[in-house]
T-cell receptor, first 115, second 113 residues
C-alpha cells in the first residue's frame, strides 16, 4: 500500500542549529513529493515540491529537500533555523500517474525552536 | 492567489446533530478534498471530488457524506455527529493535472459534546 512516513514526531532545536526532517515514501512508479508547513494558528501552506528534474529542490524561507530515489526519501533541510520556523511540518506524496491528485500525508513533525 | 475559504473556524455541536461544513475555492480547480487532522495522525482523507457531482471515498469515510453541486463548493456532512468526530477539518483544492499541489483552507475546529 502507498504510504508516507515521517521519522521524527517532535523535534526541539536552538536557534541557528541545522535541521533535517526525515520522510520516506512507499510508492510504485513516478512520484510527486511535497513538504507543507503549518505555522501556529495558520493554514497549511506549501514549502516546496518535487515532481521532476533536479532532485535538490529549494523552497521558501531557506528550506530545501533532496529526493533520493534509491532510498525512497525526501528529507527536508535548513542550515540554520530561526524561532519563526516553529511549526508543524508534513511530508506528502502523490502518484505521478494519478488522475485524481490524491495526496498521502505523513504523520507530521512538530518543530520547536528555542530562542 | 488561490483562496480556499471554510464557513466556520470554530463549531460546537451536540451528539446526534447533523453538521454541515462548507468549503469554497475561487480558482476553478477541478479537485476538492476534505481531511481531518488529529495530533499524531497527520491528515487523513475523508472524501474527495474530481468534478461536479462526482465523489470518491477516501481513507476514513465512515460517518461522513459530501456534496458537490457546483464546481467551487464542496460540502462535508456529518449525518449524526459523534464525540469521536471532534477534530480539525481541512478543505483543499487542486488542479486535475500537473503537480497536484493542493491549496488549503484555514480549517474548522469542530467540537462535538
Amino acid at each position: 500500500a502507498q504510504s508516507v512516513s515521517q521519522h521524527n514526531h517532535h523535534v526541539i532545536l536552538s536557534e541557528a542549529a541545522s535541521l533535517e526532517l526525515g520522510c520516506n515514501y512507499s510508492y510504485g512508479g513516478t512520484v510527486n513529493l511535497f513538504w507543507y508547513v503549518q505555522y501556529p494558528g495558520q493554514h497549511l501552506q506549501l514549502l516546496l515540491k518535487y515532481f521532476s528534474g533536479d532532485p535538490l529542490v529549494k523552497g521558501i524561507k531557506g528550506f530545501e529537500a533532496e529526493f533520493i530515489k534509491s532510498k525512497f526519501s525526501f528529507n527536508l533541510r535548513k542550515p540554520s533555523v530561526q524561532w519563526s520556523d516553529t511549526a508543524e511540518y508534513f511530508c506528502a506524496a502523490a502518484s505521478g500517474s494519478s488522475n485524481t491528485g490524491k495526496l498521502i500525508f505523513g504523520q507530521g513533525t512538530t518543530l520547536q525552536v528555542k530562542p | 492567489d488561490v483562496k480556499v475559504t471554510q464557513s466556520s473556524r470554530y463549531l460546537v455541536k451536540r451528539t446526534g446533530e447533523k453538521v454541515f461544513l462548507e468549503c469554497v475555492q475561487d480558482m476553478d480547480h477541478e479537485n476538492m478534498f476534505w481531511y481531518r487532522q488529529d495530533p499524531g495522525l497527520g491528515l487523513r482523507l475523508i472524501y474527495f471530488s474530481y468534478d461536479v457531482k462526482m465523489k470518491e471515498k477516501g481513507d476514513i469515510p465512515e460517518g461522513y457524506s459530501v456534496s458537490r453541486e457546483k464546481k467551487e463548493r464542496f460540502s462535508l456532512i456529518l449525518e449524526s455527529a459523534s464525540t469521536n468526530q471532534t477534530s480539525m477539518y481541512l478543505c483543499a483544492s487542486s488542479l486535475r493535472t500537473g503537480s497536484y499541489e493542493q491549496y488549503f483552507g484555514p480549517g474548522t475546529r469542530l467540537t462535538v459534546t
